[in-house]
């Protein structure tokens, strides 16, 4: 065993220590737990579909059979249903994938050629660490893809990706999951919202739309882009009843599938908040400036004591990306962000945009500087679900799908 599975081993069984979450019957580490076990020999892999700060995304073919080590109660027969034999696979066969983003730095938003498979027949993906990283990137990238296992394990809600095997033992380099595929992120569907957007605007200024036509789709556009948020809250407090943390919440770890669901994936940095580290309300000992910096709340940056609110900061500057189809601090270096946020708490304009009031109140409650005065984010998803609904806001094939609220009956 070398330096990293041991420490791969002693972070995994530090879940359960104090956990209201995680238990060390249903760790991993032990193959007789685990949902879907599974050796490289049972997964027949494709092409490289997504690549990511320390992992790669692989397509799934086929599943061979069944492993050696796969439990007794399980089989391979929930994944086969999908992929059938070979001579049905194209048939019933969905989604794409998506690639991790999982460095502290800015993640610049790209086209979808750069970093998406455009093939929609394979409904599963492989995410291992990749094989040119340097050592301690690399020793960084097998910690985290185990740590991410185990949280997807645990955890189940309609807009949180979903966990189908695990490959080979925890740490190892040849350690892999298996995921459902989505089709794009959300950062690649930010950028067709503003294509949208642009060509709306066009067809009203040049009368080849109506203007009573061109309000009420203006409208549905909003109402679409505010279901997505919708759906995000709805996981994100879903991870907040349990005291977990995301910590990197941005558009490029945040997924869609082709029903236009969000899921929610890439828990390297996620964690759950115990007891034993709790100093204040919502304030608990953590490592600091974990995530990525556009999206990190300022007690992050500056400080080592923080808790789920830092969370409502980033989902609050999201949301002001979903309205605004803009990148939040665009023009700004490191340097002058860090200044412009964190120390004189500025933040991007609400003012100039012509958005519901309702709106424009969340997202400035959500990024206050003082993390005690933001609303929780189960607030935050009830005022977006009542919005919709005052709008009649009605679910069909060709909006997004609001599933059912995971949500505790008060915050």
Same mark, same amino acid.
């Given at each position: 065993?070398?330096?990293?599975q041991?420490?791969c081993?002693?972070?995994?069984r530090s879940?359960s220590?104090?956990s ?5 019957s249903?760790s991993?580490l032990?193959?007789s ?6 050796? #490289?020999h049972?997964?027949?892999?494709g092409?490289?579909?997504?690549k990511?700060?320390f992992s790669e995304?692989?397509?799934?073919k086929?599943f061979k059979? *069944?492993?050696n080590?796969?439990?007794t ?5 929930s994944? #086969?249903e999908s992929?059938?034999?070979e001579e049905?696979? @194209?048939?019933d066969?969905s989604s794409?994938t998506?690639?991790?983003q @999982?460095s502290?730095?800015? %993640?610049? *938003?790209?086209?979808?050629?750069d970093s998406?498979?455009?093939n929609?027949?394979?409904t ?5 660490v990749?094989?040119d990283?340097p ?5 960084c ?6 740590i ?8 189940e809600h ?5 966990l189908?095997g695990v ?6 380099r ?5 995921l ?6 959300l950062?690649?569907?930010l950028?067709?919202w503003l294509?949208?957007q642009?060509?709306m605007?066009s ?5 080849l ?9 203006v409208q549905d556009?909003l109402?679409h882009r505010i ?5 995000l809250a709805?996981?994100?407090?879903y ?7 995301f910590r990197?919440?941005k558009?490029g ?5 082709f ?6 994936f890439?828990f390297g940095l996620a964690?759950?908040?115990?007891s034993? @580290?709790?100093v204040?309300?919502d304030k608990?000992h953590?490592?600091?400036r974990?995530?990525?910096?556009r999206?990190?709340a300022?007690?992050?940056f500056?400080?080592?004591?923080y ?5 409502v ?5 999201i ?7 803009e990148i939040?601090y665009?023009?700004?270096?490191a340097?002058?962000?860090a200044l #412009?946020t964190?120390?004189l708490k500025?933040r991007?304009?609400?003012r100039?945009?012509?958005?519901p009031?309702?709106i424009?109140g969340?997202?400035?409650q959500?990024?206050?500087h003082?993390a005690?005065a933001?609303p929780?984010i189960?607030?935050i998803?009830?005022?977006l ?5 005052l709008q009649?806001?009605t679910?069909d094939?060709?909006? %997004?799908?609001m599933?059912p609220?995971?949500l505790?009956?008060?915050c």
């Amino acid at each position: 065993m070398d330096n990293v599975q041991a420490e791969c081993r002693f972070r995994l069984r530090s879940l359960s220590v104090g956990s209201e979450v995680f238990s060390e019957s249903e760790s991993i580490l032990d193959s007789s737990n685990h949902a879907l076990s599974l050796s #490289q020999h049972d997964v027949d892999v494709g092409i490289q579909v997504g690549k990511g700060g320390f992992s790669e995304i692989i397509e799934v073919k086929k599943f061979k059979g *069944r492993s050696n080590s796969l439990s007794t109660e399980m089989t391979l027969t929930s994944l #086969q249903e999908s992929t059938k034999d070979e001579e049905d696979e @194209d048939e019933d066969e969905s989604s794409l994938t998506f690639e991790r983003q @999982d460095s502290d730095k800015d %993640v610049v *938003r790209g086209s979808r050629s750069d970093s998406l498979d455009s093939n929609p027949e394979k409904t599963f993906v492989i995410k291992t660490v990749r094989k040119d990283l340097p050592l301690k990137d690399e020793a960084c990238g097998r910690v985290d893809l185990a740590i991410e296992a185990q949280f997807l394990k645990t955890l189940e809600h309609p807009n949180i990706v979903s966990l189908h095997g695990v490959g080979e033992n925890p740490g190892d380099r040849s350690f892999f999951i298996v995921l459902e595929r989505i089709d794009r992120t959300l950062e690649v569907e930010l950028d067709t919202w503003l294509i949208c957007q642009q060509r709306m605007k066009s067809s009203m200024m040049n009368d080849l739309m109506p203007k009573k036509m061109y309000k009420e789709n203006v409208q549905d556009f909003l109402n679409h882009r505010i279901a997505v948020a919708l759906q995000l809250a709805s996981a994100t407090a879903y991870l907040h009843k349990k005291n977990i943390i995301f910590r990197d919440l941005k558009p490029g770890n945040i997924g869609l599938d082709f029903n236009n669901t969000v899921k929610l994936f890439d828990f390297g940095l996620a964690k759950e908040l115990k007891s034993v @580290d709790k100093v204040d309300d919502d304030k608990y000992h953590a490592s600091i400036r974990t995530g990525t910096r556009r999206y990190m709340a300022p007690e992050v940056f500056l400080s080592s004591t923080y808790g789920l609110s830092a969370d409502v900061y980033s989902f609050s500057l999201i949301l002001w990306e979903i309205m605004s189809l803009e990148i939040p601090y665009a023009k700004l270096n490191a340097e002058e962000h860090a200044l #412009q946020t964190f120390k004189l708490k500025r933040r991007p304009k609400v003012r100039q945009y012509k958005w519901p009031n309702e709106i424009k109140g969340l997202i400035k409650q959500g990024w206050r500087h003082n993390a005690a005065a933001r609303p929780k984010i189960c607030d935050i998803y009830e005022d977006l679900a009542e919005f919709l609904e005052l709008q009649k806001w009605t679910i069909d094939e060709s909006k %997004v799908p609001m599933p059912p609220p995971e949500l505790p009956t008060s915050c």
